[in-house]
């Protein structure tokens, strides 16, 4: 049967696909019709059942799915992504997001016992898994022509890239280093077409979150200032990368848009 859905013929690569927002949008764009390449990192246990359940969403909408567990953060992983999915069937100029979905850092006090605090790597480790890997990916599918001539480039930032958090430091840097990445990419990739754009999602209960130091503590003051009385869901912020992968969102560029049901308003 012909897929004939809104995003039939259509690519999403997905950085950090397994779980969480990743997997949230992985669902929700495959209801349109968009085929995937999943890219995530786990064990051989957890791999079986991460392959099983996008063999299953892939089945039920028609679409194709290609998960790469690989290190998304090296140049071999990259490059062993290129090759594979550019032998692939009608990919070539027809990919048509981008989501980096990476939740990879390091949660340490600046100061404590020697040994447990923050050093420069781990900044350093943080800051390009969760930042400054997206331009060189990017950079990769603009390079091989993968790119549609529309293409949406999505990132997620958090509320605590300007807030404190506890052990949260590296994250947070990182987070503010990706929405000034955020602007410059919106400028210097309108020449090929694409539009860049972050979301703040609302505190989530998901895997990464709870690594957080005090995490009880950060869903119960979201409940409390949440005017919807709830935290974010993850597929409340699928919906969004969605809308933003529409015609209609063309014209959104170096947003970050909140996804929060107003949460950052309190």
């Known amino acids: 049967m012909t897929n004939t859905l809104q995003f039939s013929g259509l690519w999403g690569v997905i950085l950090g696909g397994s779980g969480g927002f990743g997997f949230a949008a992985a669902e929700k764009l495959a209801k349109h019709g968009m085929n995937l390449a999943v890219v995530y990192r786990e064990f051989a ?58 939740a990879r850092g390091n949660l340490k006090p600046l100061t404590g016992e020697a040994g447990e605090t923050l050093t420069a ?15 060189d990916w990017a950079n990769l599918l603009l390079t091989a022509g993968l790119f549609h001539s ?27 280093s990706l929405e ?8 210097e990739y309108s020449r090929h077409g694409i539009k860049t754009n972050l979301i703040q999602a609302g505190i989530t209960d998901t895997f990464s979150l709870r690594k957080i130091p005090g995490h009880d503590e950060l869903i119960d003051m979201a409940v409390a200032r ?15 990368i969605y809308l933003l992968c529409t015609d209609e969102a063309a014209w959104i560029n170096g ?3 909140h996804a929060d049901g107003g949460e950052h308003c309190r």
Not at 121 to 135: G, K, R, V
Not at 180 to 187: E, G
């Open 180 to 187: 000034s990445l955020n602007t410059y990419m919106a400028v």
């Open 150 to 176: 529309d293409a949406r480039i999505i990132g997620l930032t958090s509320e605590g890239s300007h807030k404190y958090w506890n052990g949260y430091a590296a994250v947070s840097l990182a987070k503010a």
């Open 255 to 257: 947003a970050v848009i």
């Open 121 to 135: 790597e781990d900044i350093q480790l943080t800051t390009y898994a969760m930042s400054n890997c997206l331009l």
């Open 45 to 102: 246990v957890a791999d079986k059942t991460v392959k099983q359940k996008f063999e299953a969403l892939a089945a039920e909408n028609n679409i194709r799915i290609l998960p790469y567990n690989l290190n998304a953060l090296t140049e071999e992983g990259r490059q062993t992504f290129l090759h594979d999915l550019s032998g692939a069937a009608d990919v070539k100029g027809n990919v048509k997001l981008l989501l980096h979905a990476i």
């Open 226 to 240: 949440n005017p919807f009385g709830r935290i974010t869901q993850p597929a409340d912020v699928a919906k969004v």
